[in-house]
C-alpha cells in the first residue's frame, strides 16, 4: 500500500476508534472497503483481471488496517468491484486515475 493510503487508512481508523464506543451494541457494524479499478485490461503481470486487482487493493487495506491499526478483524471486510462502478466515464487518463481507488463505508454486517 502506497504511504497516502496508509495516512488515509490511519486517519479513517483513529476515527473509527474514537467513535466505536458510541456505536450502540445492537449495531453489528463493520468497516467495508471496496476496491475499484478502471477500464483497462490487466495484461499480464500477478493479476489476470481487474476483478482479481480490485479485490487484493481492498484486502491490502484490510491487512494493515487490522495488523497496524488494531480494527478488529471481526469489523472489517474486503469488496472489489473491478472497473463496473466508475466515477468517471469519460476515457482519458485523468477519469482512470479517478476511478482507481480504494472506498471505506462504515455499514452494518
Do not use: C
Request: charge should be positive; charged fraction near 30%; proline fraction near 4%.
Amino acid at each position: 500500500m502506497a504511504r497516502e493510503g496508509r495516512k488515509q487508512s490511519k486517519k479513517i481508523a483513529n476515527l473509527i476508534s474514537s467513535i466505536a464506543d458510541r456505536i450502540p451494541d445492537k449495531i453489528d457494524w463493520i468497516l467495508r472497503v471496496d476496491g475499484h479499478t478502471d477500464e483497462k485490461p490487466i495484461r499480464g503481470g500477478k493479476y489476470s483481471n481487474n476483478w482479481e486487482l480490485s479485490q487484493a487493493r481492498a484486502l491490502s487495506v484490510v491487512f494493515y488496517m487490522q495488523e497496524f491499526l488494531n480494527i478488529p478483524a471481526y469489523r472489517l471486510a474486503a469488496t472489489g468491484f473491478g472497473e463496473y462502478q466508475p466515477i468517471l466515464k469519460d476515457n482519458s487518463e485523468e477519469a482512470r486515475a479517478v476511478n482507481r481507488r480504494i472506498e471505506i463505508v462504515l455499514t452494518e454486517r
